[in-house]
């Protein structure tokens, strides 16, 4: 009785295309884009289906375009950090602009507008609203941004105490058979 061996050779290229799908699939979750979302509605809390969506970013003005659904929601994915403004239209509808919506890294903004009754040709431009709640994720997170942490009086300069300015970290003491953590 003879045992055989079996030998399976891949090609470079093969090996290549796996190996470059691995880091492309896993540099895709670590992006620092953004999500902004949510639902048009008219006066009466009906959804508003086919609005149109317009989606600017205030420094690079880039638009980004898209359309409610049948249930009044709308989805602009893979927004890069920074701020941006909502224009909102549909016919039969005013034309509604909501701007100074900051969206910092890996945010998922919700921001559900009432358009109201009137010509397209009459914009109403929202100057202020309540504080931007994320409604899809119920993770605690800190931007720190470069100006802020400038101005913090740092032991050292050392960044990892920025750490303990985010809601929800405690500090753990080390022993001799725990090196501490923070969690």
Do not use: H, W
Request: net charge neutral; with cysteine; charged share 15%.
């Amino acid at each position: 009785m003879s045992c055989g061996r079996i030998s399976l050779r891949v090609s470079p290229a093969v090996r290549f295309l796996i190996l470059s799908f691995l880091f492309v699939s896993s540099g895709a979750a670590q992006s620092p884009n953004g999500t902004i979302s949510g639902i048009i509605q008219d006066p009466s809390g009906r959804p508003i289906p086919g609005a149109e969506i317009l989606v600017v970013n205030d420094l690079t003005n880039i638009q980004y375009q898209t359309k409610t659904s049948d249930e009044g929601i709308y989805v602009v994915p893979d927004l890069l950090p920074g701020p941006y403004r909502i224009q909102v239209s549909k016919r039969g509808f005013k034309t509604l602009i909501k701007p100074g919506l900051i969206l910092s890294v890996q945010e998922a903004l919700s921001v559900s507008i009432t358009l109201p009754l009137g010509a397209v040709n009459e914009v109403v431009t929202v100057q202020a609203g309540g504080p931007l709640i994320d409604t899809q994720n119920a993770a605690v997170s800190t931007v720190v941004d470069r100006q802020f942490a400038e101005n913090l009086p740092l032991n050292g300069r050392s960044f990892q105490s920025l750490i303990y300015l985010t809601p929800g970290v405690v500090t753990t003491p080390s022993s001799s058979t725990d090196s501490g953590n923070s969690v």
